[in-house]
């Protein structure tokens, strides 16, 4: 069997550096990489040097009339590991973001956002608490 990891996701937002600079803010992200991509559209990648999301816009994109998790195909949630679930939440509210639907389950702790697109993004930690 192959060793496989998941290097990258795409998702299209309304302001690709904009997205980009709110998970370098969150996460502790940087920019691999941005220019023109496919349909005269832009694309940053940002991330770290192992994975990655590609953030990418083209005129402005359509708003959703569904909740994606009726869609099929549809994009549920995006699910980010950090060491400090509290630091990092402080700094999601910091940022002007709710958290809500906090879960303390095995695995780990999470709680989770919408970015300003309608995003979800969870975040989980698998440390124990402090």
Request: proline share 5%; no cysteine.
């Amino acid at each position: 069997m192959t060793n496989a990891m998941l290097e990258h996701v795409n998702l299209t937002v309304s302001e690709p550096k904009q997205t980009a600079a709110m998970m370098e803010r969150l996460f502790g992200w940087k920019v691999r990489w941005q220019g023109p991509s496919l349909n005269g559209g832009y694309t940053v990648h940002v991330g770290t040097q192992d994975s990655y999301l590609a953030v990418y816009s083209v005129g402005t994109p359509g708003d959703p009339t569904a909740s994606s998790y009726k869609v099929k195909g549809g994009l549920n949630h995006v699910g980010i590991v950090v060491d400090d679930l509290d630091e990092t939440e402080a700094q999601v509210v910091a940022a002007g973001y709710t958290p809500e639907n906090h879960g303390n389950y095995e695995p780990g702790r999470r709680f989770y956002f919408y970015d300003n697109d309608g995003i979800e993004f969870e975040v989980i930690s698998y440390a124990d608490p402090k």
